[in-house]
């Protein structure tokens, strides 16, 4: 009913830049909000970022003052500025789409993320 598709993972070096894309579609109408989750082999997925139907972000304290979500004029796409990347942040990283109608949310195939030091 959702699909996401997500672009833009890669290697960087340490304190460079990146800019992760998902773009949503399908039975997008009940979308309450659009997010970026990562997960680390050995560890559990976490939270990074998301932003509601109104535009209101949330960040991980891991990331805050570095990464910025926002979404398209198109309510259907976000994005992920990755600036100032550290080692730690290498990871998959996963668009979501969630609704209050879901059980659980929709992920994308995930996009690797690789901070060399």
Do not use: H
Not at 49 to 61: E, F, L, M, Q
């Amino acid at each position: 009913q959702v699909q996401l598709v997500e672009s833009g993972g890669g290697l960087v070096q340490a304190g460079g830049s990146l800019r992760l894309s998902c773009a949503a579609s399908g039975s997008i109408f009940n979308i309450d909000a659009m997010g970026w989750y990562r997960q680390a082999p050995g560890k559990q997925r976490e939270l990074v970022a998301d932003i509601t139907r109104v535009g209101s972000p949330n960040y991980a304290d891991s990331v805050k003052g570095r990464f910025t979500i926002s979404r398209g004029n198109a309510k259907n796409t976000v994005y992920l500025q990755m600036n100032s990347l550290k080692p730690e942040d290498t990871a998959v990283y996963y668009c979501s789409a969630n609704s209050t109608y879901w059980p659980v949310p929709y992920w994308g195939q995930g996009t690797q993320v690789t901070v060399s030091s």
